[in-house]
């Protein structure tokens, strides 16, 4: 399998349902081969794609790839996911995708944590224990969200 002829099928596919490719991986394992396609999008509030989104792309893309010769005669296990919420955010998308979201950064070998109120150009607003800082993404050496179990709203 050829990741580049692989990529031509799929992102054309995945625009007409509205989502972008984040990420493709083909692994050997055995005799088969899995394809890992990882996806991303606005979905229809922003906040990212609906696992309903994820399903129809899925089956389209299933079907093209057992049409196309870029699958070659090996055969494949297809796996189509979101970008899911442990993936690292690194564009500013990513930020404006998860507004709202509490946010741990690396700034240097500084960590903050803090709410995201919004993100535009190359940059992310902050809300850390209510002030809020805007921070350039280039001095962000890594950003992950943080899972929130009982967040209490106000």
């Given at each position: 399998m050829q990741e580049r002829a692989l990529v031509e099928v799929v992102e054309p596919i995945l625009a007409a349902h509205g989502l972008e490719l984040d990420a493709l991986d083909v692994t050997p394992v055995g005799k088969r081969?899995?394809?890992?396609?990882?996806?991303?999008?606005?979905?229809?509030?922003?906040?990212?794609?609906?696992?309903?989104?994820?399903?129809?792309?899925?089956?389209?893309?299933?079907?093209?790839?057992d049409e196309s010769?870029?699958?070659?005669?090996q055969p494949f296990t297809l796996e189509l996911s979101s970008r899911g919420?442990?993936?690292?955010?690194?564009?500013?998308?990513?930020?404006?995708?998860?507004a709202g979201r509490l946010v741990k950064l690396w700034i240097g070998d500084?960590?903050?944590?803090?709410?995201i109120v919004g993100a535009e150009d190359d940059s992310v607003a902050l809300d850390v224990k209510g002030e809020v800082s805007r921070i350039p993404l280039d001095q962000v050496t890594k950003a992950v969200v943080q899972v929130e179990l009982n967040r209490k709203e106000g």
């Open positions: 081969a899995i394809l890992r396609i990882t996806v991303d999008g606005d979905g229809p509030e922003g906040k990212g794609p609906l696992l309903d989104d994820i399903a129809a792309a899925s089956q389209a893309v299933s079907a093209a790839l010769a870029a699958v070659g005669e919420v442990s993936k690292p955010l690194t564009e500013t998308k990513h930020y404006r995708r998860n500084q960590e903050v944590l803090g709410r």
